[in-house]
């Protein structure tokens, strides 16, 4: 693993959203208010701010008490689904399925 770390915590909204980088996969944390991990994702090169805004209410997969995230670009999408695993495995998120 190397020395990248999650971005700055931003509100999950349109115009944090749209901030988003799309060049390379991400993998992202969903926050609730106390800025507690409640979901941890993966997107798609050229995905990720479609993906996020998935979770918005109103979207079709919305996280229920999801008010922030936090984003890590990765170099493959390999590397972000094992980033995800580890990073589930380790805080055991309320929305993930284990």
């Given amino acids: ?18 901030n988003v980088p799309t060049g ?7 926050l609730n208010k106390g ?3 409640i979901y941890t994702g993966t997107a798609k090169r050229q995905r990720s701010q479609e ?7 109103g ?3 919305p996280i229920p008490g999801a008010s922030s995230f936090q984003v890590k670009q ?12 580890r990073i589930i495995e380790k805080e055991k998120p309320k929305h993930n399925k284990t």
């Avoid at 700055?8 to 944090?16: E, M, V």
């Avoid at 390379?24 to 969903?30: D, E, G, H, M, Q």
């Avoid at 990765?74 to 695993?85: L, N, R, V, Y």
């Fill in 51 to 57: 993906r996020l805004q998935e979770h918005m209410p």
């Fill in 59 to 61: 979207g079709p997969d």
């Fill in 1 to 18: 693993m190397g020395a990248k770390r999650f971005s700055p915590t931003r509100r999950l909204g349109k115009t944090d959203i749209s």
């Fill in 24 to 30: 390379k996969p991400i993998v992202y944390r969903l």
């Fill in 74 to 85: 990765m170099e493959s999408i390999k590397k972000t689904q094992q980033e995800e695993k």
């Fill in 35 to 37: 800025g507690d991990n």
